[in-house]
């Protein structure tokens, strides 16, 4: 009987292992079957490098994780939008003809009058009272003899005289006369001007009071 008990349970005992072997085999994965390694961690470069995969700058294959690449390429595509709005510079002809340009508006512009049309009209009811001045005379001049000397080269009477000495060393006589008129002062004007009054040479013009 003690013989009979432990065959049975050898049995039993085995049947148990093969029941727990199949058991353990249902729950291994397909690798632990195959006996090949699994990798417990991967590294986050790798997982990124395989989403990102690769491109192609300038006809070469690189990484998309090529942080260098990457920014010329940006510069290399905004760089044609910048040069549109750049300053275009002037070449030297241009700036040539804008000046001739200019030179040709500027010379065939009549030149402006100041003063109106080359007519002119007096209407004042005073006639600007005309009178005889010499310049250069000696200092000390007589004026009595100075009129005498006038008198005798003109038609007309001498009314007034205004002799006066300058600080320059000479002096200078404005004289008014009868019935003045243009024509009597350029008479008297032409034969005064330019004479010799003790060893100077005097000068006479026709002046006005206006």
Not at 55 to 80: H, T
Not at 88 to 114: C, G, H, I
Not at 168 to 183: D, H, N, R
């Amino acid at each position: 009987m003690g013989v009979q008990k432990t065959k049975r349970q050898k049995l039993l005992a085995k049947s148990k292992n093969k029941r727990s072997k199949q058991a353990n085999i249902g729950e291994k994965t397909l690798a632990d079957r195959l006996s090949l390694p699994v990798k417990k961690g991967v590294k986050k470069g790798a997982v990124q490098g395989q989403k990102d995969g690769f491109r192609v700058i300038n006809g070469k294959l690189v990484s998309a994780s090529d942080v260098g690449l990457l920014l010329r390429e940006i510069q290399s595509k905004n760089a044609p939008k910048k040069a549109k709005f750049a300053n275009r510079e002037r070449k030297p002809f241009e700036v040539e003809d804008s000046n001739r340009k200019q030179q040709v508006t500027k010379s065939s512009r009549p030149a402006p009058k100041p003063y109106g049309s080359s007519l002119y009209v007096s209407l004042s009811s005073q006639r600007a009272a005309e009178f005889l001045r010499i310049r250069n005379l000696p200092i000390g001049t007589d004026s009595q003899a100075l009129i005498v000397f006038v008198e005798k080269l003109s038609p007309a009477k001498v009314l007034k005289m205004n002799l006066v000495d300058l600080p320059s060393g000479s002096g200078i006589a404005e004289l008014w006369f009868e019935k003045s008129s243009v024509s009597l002062l350029r008479t008297i004007q032409r034969k005064v001007d330019r004479a010799n009054v003790d060893g100077r040479v005097v000068f006479a013009e026709i002046a006005s009071t206006s």
